[in-house]
């Protein structure tokens, strides 16, 4: 069987790779020029199963409009008369509900737990040693952000998810330079720790993974953009690339990252995903500095901090409306704001390197996964900032099912059919 998968991120490269290890003949086509070099490129390395949330919560409309006018903030909106803006915003407000929260919270943990345990047998089997890092803490600045959390943990309590919440004390136990921080006036309330979350170089990994891939008979194929060729039914026959040549195949996998909405509209399926601007920067650590043992996210800005060996990769804000390549100052001011309130005195900031662009995210929260309503096609994308957890479980799922066989996991809440339904 042929599949021609759309997309080389860490999402379509995991699919490539379940593909080939069902025997199938596999296609990777993507309009950049090299393995993980957009949205994958910026990731915050953090492979957050236990973690993993929803955007969409209860009191996140109230946190996200309180920002919109801050210096620094966790969200950005710019003036757009973009439709598909306001319409997503709607049904994102409509996923704040409590219940809405907890059962696509359950879902996104259910899917992220199975992608760590597919991922920690592909590293024993291969060797992979992608810079990784055990453990996980997320820093609550006030007592409003401790409160915040209440219906995460206790969805996290009802599923037996390991995690612990930390008095400041405690906190300060975990890692030194959390005392360093404290003791320069950042307030730190208590903090929430994940045993079983870890990071680690979601972009060094990818390309680990596509190697393993070509080894094994997979085609990459570069500054390639795939058109869609469909047969008089309406069946998806394969792909057109944009110098003519045609890739038939029996299955074509969408896994691209924000260019797959307009893709599938072309064809009729319409997906509620919104390209959502995300910011990173990798900055080095000063001379001899120690940084923290483990990645931690600040609850308050959304900001992650990763160590990546001598380097750290700050990574957050949510900017809706900014589809362009230009970087927003307030984003960047909070990344910069997070760094020294956490790690002062400990960064090089004139070395940074930044980056930004833009993540495909569901107003629900997890990825959409599985057959279209057109034979031949299947999704495997909307990941947002979730897409390293969930990768390589969900490029297992998809590969499974167009083998014919049954997922490993229940996929109730991941597959397309669910925005038919009303919730």
Known sequence: MRVIVIGAGIVGVCTAYWLNRHGMQVTVVDRRSGIAQESSYGSAGILAADYASPWAAPGMPGHFFSHLFKAEAPVALRTSLDPALWKWLVKWLGQCRAERYAANKRTMQRVARYSRAQLADLREEHGFEYERRSGYLQLLRTQRDLERTEPARRVMQDSGIAHRLLSPDEALAMDVHLQDAVHVGTPLAGAIHYPDDESGNCPLFARLLAAECE???VEFK????????QNASGAVTGVRLKDGAMLPAQAVV???GSDAAGWLGRLGIAVPMYPVKGY????????????PRRAFVDEAYRVTVTPLGQRLRIAGTAELGGRGPGMHGKALRT??????DWLPGMLDLSRATWWSGTRPMTPDGPPILGATRLPGLYVNTGHGSHGWSMAVGTGRILADLVAGKTPDIDLDGLDIGRYARKN
């Open 215 to 217: 080894r094994s008979g």
């Open 222 to 229: 570069f500054n390639a953009v795939a058109h869609p060729m």
């Open 254 to 256: 969408m896994a691209g």
């Open 280 to 291: 990173a920067a990798n900055l080095p650590l000063r001379g001899d500095a120690i940084g």
């Open 335 to 340: 990344l910069v704001r997070v760094a020294q």
